[in-house]
């Protein structure tokens, strides 16, 4: 089965008397990743953040308009449960406190997995992080040894082992050595279609280089969306032509 479809309804989003996000209405397509491009603060972040209601922790925010995991309104959804469905990666590969098979773990403890259920499912969540092969036999080493590209492995993971059908990923490989990033990308690339993905980036070439769809948004609108080599050959609006251009240059 592949990932739901996800959509902005005419949303508008503030912190306080800011407004980040300006009516965008934009449907992004079930098991496929799409990259949303946009400079530092056009709102691309707070967008990915509705999807799992992060954004509403964040003192003074509000929003009007309908945000959609497949054809269920978030707002009408538990956020613990949302986020089980609707997994999140930041730009800091974080370590939890403990193991790596505590880190991988964490989230089926919480949830009250069963004990004898928890190996085969972080198994599969770290051969999924293309992690297995150098930690499988290292699961009592320390989360906090691995290197920043093992982390930001193990955070995918971590998110992998509740079998989300979205994941939300917010400029994942900006602190990444190259080789680092291009493992991210590729692990990214293999969750589809089961999974839908949304990779905000500023990035044009990473886009190019993984996205099946793109969206440019700039200054809190959308400015144009598409299938990614129909949006980077021939962009339809001036902006986004502008955006490619400064960006590749």
Same mark, same amino acid.
């Given at each position: ?87 999140? *990666?930041? +730009? ?21 997995? =069963? ?54 990923? +917010? ?26 993905? *949304?990779?905000?980036?500023? +990035? ?7 996205? +099946? ?25 001036? =902006? ?10």
């Amino acid at each position: 089965m592949n990932g739901p479809d996800l959509s902005l309804e005419s949303v508008s989003a503030h912190y306080g008397d800011v407004r980040v996000l300006h009516e965008v209405s934009v449907r992004f397509a079930g098991g496929a990743v799409t990259a949303v491009l946009g400079a530092v603060g056009s709102g691309k972040s707070t967008l990915l953040r509705l999807f799992n209601r992060v954004a509403e922790l964040q003192p003074g925010f509000r929003s009007e308009g309908v945000v959609k995991v497949g054809e269920r309104e978030v707002q009408e959804l538990d956020p613990s449960v949302l986020r089980q469905e609707v997994g999140m *990666i930041f +730009d800091r590969p974080t370590a939890f406190p403990g193991t790596v098979r505590d880190n991988v773990a964490f989230g089926l403890v919480l949830r009250g997995v =069963e004990p004898a259920e928890r190996p085969s499912r972080i198994e599969r969540a770290l051969r999924r992080a293309e992690l297995w092969d150098e930690l499988g036999e290292a699961l009592s080493r320390p989360a906090a040894s691995l290197s920043a590209g093992q982390r930001q492995l193990l955070c995918i993971a971590r998110a992998l082992v509740l079998e989300p059908r979205v994941l939300l990923l +917010d400029e994942p490989t900006g602190r990444l050595h190259p080789a680092d990033g291009a493992r991210i990308e590729r692990v990214v690339r293999g969750i589809c279609p089961e999974v839908t993905v *949304i990779f905000v980036t500023p +990035d044009v070439a990473q886009a190019g280089r993984i996205a +099946d769809h793109v969206a440019l948004i700039e200054g809190g609108r959308l400015i144009e969306q598409g299938p990614a080599e129909e949006l980077f050959t021939n962009p339809s609006q001036p =902006e986004t032509q502008a955006y490619l251009s400064r960006r590749y240059s």
